[in-house]
Every structure is written in C-alpha cells, then in structure tokens.
C-alpha cells in the first residue's frame, strides 16, 4: 500500500515537475525579444559616455563632490537637450552650448520598445556610433590633460 501511494505521489511530482517545465520554457519564449538586447546596448553606450564625462572632469578637479555633481548635471542637461533645442532653435549661442552637450535622450530605446514601436538595427548602430564617437572625443581630452598635469 505505501509503495502504490509513493509510486502515485512520485506520478503527480513528476507531472507538476514537467508542467512547470513547460511553463518555464513558454515564459522563456515569450519574454525574450531581441529589442530588448539594442535596449541594453543603448543603455551600456549611455553609461559609457557617462563614465568618459566622468573621467574628464576627474582629470582637472581635486573635490569628490565637483566629479560626481557635474557628470550628473551634465547627464540631466544631456536628457533635457531635445527639448532645448526646440525652444532655443533660433538662438545661435545657446545652440552653440547645447552642441557641447551630448544628447542622452537618443539612448531612451526602452521606452519605444514598451510602446511597441520597432527599433531597427540600423538606428541602433548609428547610436553606438554617436555615442562612442563623443566617447572618444572626451577620453583624448582627458588624455590631454591628464598628460600635461604634474603629479
């Protein structure tokens, strides 16, 4: 008797163990969307270019809170750029300033992957490109400086 009810109990284990295998593999097909990985290269190129603008200001200031408090606002004027270029489109000096600025907002590819929207790799590409070309262009400032300074 306690083999026929082991035998029925391992029966219903097995059975619940391979539905929620199932489960699992149907969770596993239906979450993966490969614009989910241009997402996470967007995002890992943001704080790359995020961790270049640190390093530059690291390379000419002595205070902590100087090098955490820039690249922060630089970030937060970075995401506020397009909307800035808007409103100052016709004035040639705040256009000029804003040009400095890189543009944060063009790596926001998570919010139109949510809304539906197709991303195309071609577009995702010529994100990393923006982004690792400012990239560049501030780690060879950096380098600059860094290598004028006395330590």
């Known amino acids: ?21 199932q489960q699992v593999q149907q969770l596993k097909l239906t979450v993966f969307d490969v614009d989910l990985v241009k997402a996470l290269l967007a ?20 205070s902590l809170v100087f090098n955490v408090v820039v690249p922060f606002m630089v970030f937060i004027a970075g995401m506020l750029r397009g909307a800035a270029v808007d409103i100052w489109s016709s004035h040639r000096l705040a256009m000029a300033v804003l040009a400095i600025v890189p543009d944060f907002g063009l790596f926001n590819l998570a919010d139109e992957i949510n809304l539906g929207n197709a991303v195309p790799w071609t577009h995702v590409i010529q994100i990393m490109v ?10 060879l400032a950096a380098h600059m400086i860094f290598t004028r300074r006395e330590i």
């Open 1 to 21: 008797m306690i083999r026929e009810l082991t035998q029925t109990y391992m029966g219903e284990t097995a059975a619940a163990v391979e539905s929620a295998n």
């Open 43 to 62: 995002d890992l190129t943001k704080a790359a270019l995020v961790a270049s603008i640190t390093l530059l200001v690291s390379t000419f200031s002595t």
């Open 130 to 139: 923006y982004g690792l070309g400012r990239m560049l262009f501030i780690v």
